[in-house]
């Protein structure tokens, strides 16, 4: 039986199956999402040959298993030269109650130690849940490797008798950057829209939903109060990308 339970002929067919949906996508030019089932496949096919006795089927599977080995190393290649080249475009769909999808997860592999100045545009940091969610993204950003600076925050202005309390929160995430070496420069706009954050290292990250995902909390000792990652989501779309050559950031 391999690891995952299923018969060896039918795990074999399983991780075929995913390698054959990584050939697919590649083929689509849609690399990011073909790489992780290139990984996956392989993963699934190691399992199979450690449950593997005869010795001719073992060679076969490794056989497989290299040829798809180089092509994904291949692949993984590419991407990072398209990272560098400033040609990278990755997709990502959160499902509805997806987990796994916190703040960290998202963006960490793109906060490195040359990230200084944060841009986010984001018309719903209004309501206390959102001001917790922006608190948060301020956190990461003063744990993590980078050194930024200054975050510029770019919303909308609550009308309605939310706005003392936006306002005051705001000004308390403020002086609490302030007390950690950070400037937080507010502006409000009644006719913004898109949602996008981007940081001085070129990469862009655009959030159909922008930071609000996170489903409410069953209750507050309930899991996914405190971490993200447990934390269930509304269904959205991020789309990360870089740009060397923009101009203006």
């Known amino acids: 039986m391999a ?26 030019s849609r690399n990011p999402q073909a790489l992780v089932c290139y990984q996956e496949g392989i993963d699934m096919l190691l399992q199979v040959l450690k449950g593997t006795k005869d010795e001719t089927k073992k060679h076969n599977l490794r056989k497989i298993i290299s040829d798809y080995m180089d092509r994904a190393e291949h692949l993984k290649k590419r991407l990072e030269q398209e990272k560098e080249a400033g040609k990278y475009h990755k997709q990502i769909k959160i499902e509805e109650n997806a987990t796994g999808f916190s703040y960290e997860s998202l963006f960490q592999e793109y906060l490195s130690e040359t990230v200084t100045e944060v841009w986010i545009e ?8 959102q001001l917790y969610n922006f608190l948060r993204f301020c956190e990461m950003l003063v744990k993590r490797p980078c050194k930024v600076k200054t975050i510029h925050l ?3 202005l609550h ?91």
């Not at 984001?122 to 849940?129: N, Q």
């Not at 913004?192 to 290292?201: K, L, M, S």
């Not at 990652?229 to 789309?239: A, G, K, N, S």
Request: include cysteine; charge should be positive.
């Open 3 to 28: 690891r995952s339970g299923l018969p060896q002929d039918a795990a074999r067919t399983a991780a075929l199956t995913m390698l054959k949906r990584a050939l697919d996508l590649e083929s689509e």
């Open 122 to 129: 984001d018309p719903y940091i209004r309501h206390t849940h």
């Open 154 to 156: 770019l919303t909308s």
């Open 159 to 249: 009308e309605g008798t939310g706005k003392q309390q936006q306002s005051s929160g705001l000004e308390e995430i403020k002086q609490s950057l302030r007390n950690h070496g950070v400037c937080l420069e507010l502006e409000y706009s009644s006719s913004i829209h898109d949602r996008e954050i981007r940081f001085n290292n070129g990469w862009i990250i655009k959030i159909g939903r922008g930071l609000d995902y996170f489903k409410k909390p069953q209750s507050r000792f309930s899991l996914g109060y405190c971490d993200f990652d447990l934390r269930p989501c509304h269904e959205t779309t991020v789309d990360i990308f870089h740009n060397k050559h923009m101009k203006k950031i």
